[in-house]
């Protein structure tokens, strides 16, 4: 069992950074692929990026290549997502999760969950 808590959520402007943290615990981490998702009101919950701590799979869903950056330190068994060139369209509740299916980008994959931390990006 895994347990993930998020932080670093906020409101930004349009164009601007943030980066969301989510800091694991639990047994053999190194086993779990974790990812990050984003859901806003009235949609469903989406994949954004996903890591193996290794590093040796990662992927990213095309609404984000080249604007967010997933990485991980290994040693705060901390997993990050940068966020740069946000768009209003990003505001969403962001989640991060982890799945014993490395590479994988669906939510039924994942079985575990943080509570969430929201991402505001104004206009």
């Known amino acids: 069992q895994v347990q993930l808590v998020e932080s670093g959520g906020g409101l930004v402007q349009a164009g601007g950074s943030l980066r969301v943290s989510c800091a694991a615990s639990?047994?053999?981490?190194?086993?779990?692929?974790i990812g990050w998702f984003c859901q806003a009101p009235g949609k469903e919950r989406e994949f954004v990026a996903g890591?193996?701590?290794?590093?040796?799979?990662?992927n990213y869903a095309d609404s984000v290549k080249g604007r967010f950056t997933i990485s991980r330190d290994n040693a705060k068994n901390t997993v990050y997502l940068q966020m740069n060139s946000l768009k209003p369209e990003d505001t969403a509740v962001y989640y991060c999760a982890a799945a014993l299916v490395h590479g994988t980008r669906l939510p039924g994959d994942f079985g575990s969950w943080g509570q969430g931390t929201q991402v505001t990006v104004s206009s």
């Open positions: 639990g047994r053999a981490l190194s086993t779990y692929f």
């Open positions: 890591t193996s701590w290794s590093g040796r799979t990662t």
